[in-house]
DNA sequence: TCTGGGGTCCTAGGACCC
DNA sequence: TCTGGGGTCCTAGGACCC
């Protein structure tokens, strides 16, 4: 199940004046992305991952929004309740997605492509917003037929007719073919998923390497094992900010390193986890990117180890003297549940404990990252 | 036109060990 | 003195997804 143009459908619920007119929700111009362009916008050529500035030119009518996350989210929440009426197996690919895995429900709510016409009715019915629904033998092929089905509808691919289904398809609309797949698909001549499925899996392994080869080699025939898992844990948490204007000053840099840790130390004591593993990334003007990880000696989730940790992970980085900073990211791996109080050999615990708390009661602008706090 | 923020998974090279 | 082959762990980068 996949929601239709999402962010804008949530919108327009709330905004009943934007209705059917292109509305786009969007980061701020200079720097900022579309996140979700409404149909009507979209016949403007504006789509997902456009410059909000390039939006601007092609739809100088549009409706610019920035993202209400908390909003979408509540949505989000109504339609994984109404998908777990039909299966307890409902695993979310993201806040407008979902796989329903409806194996052995049948007793209960009747065939398959019964429960999927009513959840096809009902989320709209009940949320205001319209949806589109692919039933198919695997996860692979349900969530083709639900883009084949876009917007609004529903399609159902049944076992003999998969290969009819994915044969014409162009290779990029197969799910986990991107642009740079695709482009070296298409110098040896390989453009349809027919074209694909005619190449032999040792041919695609001497091009791909033997995992990627094999990978293709089953997406062309819609084969796919992975199963529809409800909860996964988390493996990594991260944060990360590209400004608006680049920085330069090496104090600047530093201090919004820490800012960033800190705000991955909140989640993951939120998410009550602690992480063994910190990494840093940096983006130049020149949008070239690096990334520096460490691993600790034990996990944590205190915000100055981790600051610390992220603070020399940077003076690892030499910036070009050429080159300000345009986007800074700070991340926790290698996760454990925080089940057992962490050491904290070094730094005082109950000083992370401490800011911890502080952070819950004030916000997470405390304390001040002045950039001024030495190293 | 100039490229967000949150993730996952894979590859490849080097260190180290047996 | 110089040498194999295999395995694991760690790090950095890249492709992809929403």
């Known amino acids: 199940m996949d929601m239709d143009a999402f962010y804008a459908a949530v919108e327009e619920l709330d905004h009943p004046e934007f209705r059917g007119k292109p509305v786009i929700v969007a980061g701020p111009a200079p720097r900022?992305?579309?996140?979700?362009?409404?149909?009507?916008?979209?016949?403007?050529?504006?789509?997902?991952?456009?410059?909000?500035?390039?939006?601007?030119?092609?739809?100088?009518?549009?409706?610019?929004?920035?993202?209400r996350f908390e909003r979408y989210e509540e949505k989000a929440r109504?339609?994984?309740?109404?998908?777990?009426?039909?299966?307890?197996?409902?695993?979310?690919?993201?806040?407008?997605?979902?796989?329903?895995?409806?194996?052995?429900?049948?007793?209960?709510?009747?065939?398959?492509?019964?429960v999927a016409?009513?959840?096809?009715?009902?989320?709209?019915?009940?949320?205001?917003?319209?949806?589109?629904?692919?039933?198919?033998?695997?996860?692979?092929?349900?969530?083709?037929?639900?883009?084949?089905?876009?917007?609004?509808?529903?399609?159902?691919?049944r076992p003999e007719e998969v290969q009819s289904f994915l044969d014409p398809l162009p290779v990029e609309e197969l799910?986990?073919?991107?642009?740079?797949?695709a482009a070296r698909l298409a110098e040896k001549g390989i453009r349809t998923v027919r074209d694909l499925r005619e190449v032999s899996l040792s041919l695609l392994c001497s091009w791909f390497g033997q995992k990627g080869g094999e990978a293709l080699w089953r997406l062309a025939r819609g084969i796919d094992e992975d199963p529809v898992v409800p909860v996964r844990e988390a493996k990594s948490i991260s944060h990360e900010t590209t400004y608006p204007a680049d920085l330069f000053d090496p104090v600047e840099i530093a201090a919004e390193v820490r800012r960033l840790a800190f705000l991955v130390a909140d989640r993951l004591r939120e998410e009550k986890l602690l992480a063994q593993?910190?990494?840093?990334?940096?983006?130049?003007?020149?949008?070239?990117?690096?990334?520096?990880?460490?691993?600790?000696?034990?996990?944590?989730?205190?915000?100055?180890?981790?600051?610390?940790?992220?603070?020399?992970?940077?003076?690892?980085?030499?910036?070009?003297?050429?080159?300000?900073?345009?986007?800074?990211?700070?991340?926790?791996?290698?996760?454990?549940?925080?089940?057992?109080?962490?050491?904290?050999?070094?730094?005082?615990?109950?000083?992370?404990?401490?800011?911890?708390?502080?952070?819950?009661?004030?916000g997470p602008e405390f304390p001040k990252f002045s950039g001024a706090s030495p190293r």
């Not at 996140?35 to 410059?51: C, D, I, L, N, Q």
């Not at 009940?126 to 692919?134: A, F, I, Q």
């Not at 799910?175 to 797949?181: A, F, V």
């Not at 549940?337 to 502080?358: M, W």
């Open 175 to 181: 799910w986990g073919i991107g642009p740079k797949t």
């Open 117 to 157: 016409e009513d959840i096809h009715k009902r989320i709209p019915k009940e949320t205001g917003l319209s949806c589109s629904v692919g039933l198919g033998p695997n996860k692979l092929l349900a969530k083709m037929a639900s883009d084949s089905a876009k917007p609004g509808g529903l399609r159902i691919v």
């Open 78 to 114: 109504e339609i994984r309740a109404i998908l777990q009426l039909y299966s307890p197996l409902v695993e979310p690919i993201s806040l407008d997605e979902a796989f329903v895995d409806l194996t052995g429900t049948e007793l209960l709510h009747g065939p398959p492509e019964k």
């Open 277 to 362: 593993t910190v990494q840093i990334k940096v983006r130049f003007s020149d949008f070239t990117t690096l990334t520096r990880q460490t691993k600790l000696p034990e996990p944590t989730d205190h915000p100055i180890l981790l600051a610390a940790e992220a603070a020399g992970l940077l003076s690892r980085v030499k910036i070009p003297v050429d080159q300000g900073v345009r986007l800074l990211g700070v991340g926790a791996a290698d996760l454990f549940p925080a089940r057992f109080q962490p050491l904290h050999l070094f730094v005082d615990a109950k000083l992370g404990e401490a800011l911890h708390q502080i952070r819950e009661k004030f």
């Open 32 to 67: 900022g992305v579309v996140a979700t362009a409404s149909y009507e916008a979209r016949k403007f050529g504006v789509r997902s991952g456009m410059p909000t500035v390039k939006a601007q030119r092609l739809c100088p009518q549009g409706i610019f929004l920035p993202p």
